[in-house]
């Protein structure tokens, strides 16, 4: 997928979700629907690196309900590739709370054993 | 004696019918190219601006489907307002959804300080950021 502000990289047992800047709400509605439809309720792992990502509340309300999914079911989530504002808008929310996080996505990768 | 203040201020409307984030991501970045701000600053303050005016978009019911953008910086204050002439702060205006209303978290965590008026008609929202240096 790559005719959005965002790509979904689905690998065996983990899917990296990247941004390529603000998302406009036509992308939003795309990624939500993605995400919820093939992967918020998938054995996969979630990581989403935020490297060029703006968060925003619509942003944060699609985090918050996969979070809802995967958490009731002991999934895996994470962030990485945080700046610091994205940081201190994702713990506000709650988001941080609930999931993993990481400095480099490398790290993430290495955390779950996709190290490669 | 005279003080010198400098100060660089901006107003413009924006149309919940156009792509109005691209209308405010060029104004601002027009108006902080004299200013000497870190790039979380700017993130920061941009992401509050696209914030308040999404909220003033889901929830002013504005007849006219228009808000009011200003950007105003003196020293080392930045201000961001947005202004709409809907129906204002009223307890319809809150979300249902328990996966929304996180705008509001996300502006109180970005900025220093944010001031709520609706003793006219409509809502005016305005969030203030202390930032390290002022204009270049």
């Known amino acids: 997928m790559t005719n959005y502000g965002f790509t979904i990289t689905p690998e065996h047992g983990l899917v990296t979700i990247r941004f390529n800047g603000r998302l406009s709400r036509n992308d939003i509605k795309i990624l939500r629907e993605e995400i919820l439809n093939n992967y918020s309720a998938s054995t996969s792992i979630i990581i989403i690196n935020m490297n060029l990502g703006e968060p925003s509340s619509l942003l944060v309300s699609i985090f918050l309900e996969v979070l809802d999914i995967r958490n009731r079911d002991g999934k895996g989530l994470a962030f990485c590739e945080m700046d610091r504002s994205t940081q201190k808008a994702l713990q506000a929310t709650g988001v941080l709370k609930y999931a993993l996080s990481f400095d480099l996505e490398t790290k993430a990768r290495e955390y779950f054993n996709y190290d490669k | ?136």
């Open chain 2, 1 to 136: 004696m005279v003080i010198e203040t400098r100060e660089r201020k901006i107003k413009f409307d924006i149309s919940f019918f156009s792509e109005y984030e691209k209308t405010i991501e060029e104004k601002f970045d027009d108006f902080v190219n004299e200013l000497d701000l870190s790039k979380e600053e700017k993130k920061s303050i941009l992401t509050v601006t696209m914030e308040l005016a999404l909220n003033a978009e889901e929830h002013s019911k504005t007849p006219d489907h228009k808000a009011t953008i200003s950007f105003f910086f003196r020293d080392t204050s930045f201000m961001v307002g947005v202004e709409d002439s809907g129906i204002g702060w009223t307890n319809e205006s809150k979300n249902k959804d328990a996966f929304r209303g996180n705008g509001l978290k996300m502006v109180r965590a970005l900025m220093d300080s944010i001031l709520v008026s609706d003793y006219k008609k409509g809502l005016t929202v305005t969030a203030i950021k202390e930032v390290k240096r002022g204009l270049r």
